[in-house]
């Protein structure tokens, strides 16, 4: 899976000089229990002010809609990088992508003068 190089950097700094675990893992060395993860994710939205509802999950889906939404990326890449075997699977996140939609409406038509 692509990762950002800061983010790479990151998780050397994190793993340096582990030999076994689990990435991400409790003081007692065990791995996060779902619900700890849904906790974290929610005291993490709400620290950043975001009030909507979220989950680990949304996480996925938000990445999803904004490498659609940069129309950088082609869909069957994102299919790729989600992990999708059917194009069908990743097309749920396009079509949650009306934005990008209508910007990309404007500068197909739009007047090249």
């Known amino acids: 899976m692509p990762i950002l190089p800061a983010l ?3 998780l050397r700094t994190h793993l340096w000089g582990r030999r076994q ?5 409790s003081n ?3 791995r996060y229990a779902v619900r700890t993860v ?3 994710v929610k005291r993490c939205a709400a620290a950043a002010g975001i009030t909507k509802r979220v989950h680990p ?3 996925r889906h938000s ?3 904004i490498l659609l939404d940069s ?4 869909i069957d890449q994102v299919r790729k990088f989600l992990g999708h075997l059917h194009l069908s699977a990743t097309q749920v996140y396009a079509e949650t992508s009306l934005r990008a939609l ?3 409406y404007v500068r197909a038509l739009s007047d090249p003068d």
Request: proline residues 4%.
């Open 8 to 10: 790479a950097l990151e």
């Open 21 to 25: 675990g689990y990435l991400f893992e």
């Open 28 to 30: 007692r060395h065990t």
């Open 38 to 40: 849904q906790t974290i």
């Open 57 to 59: 999950h949304l996480l």
């Open 63 to 65: 990445v999803a809609t």
């Open 71 to 74: 129309g950088q990326v082609p």
């Open 102 to 104: 209508g910007e990309n």
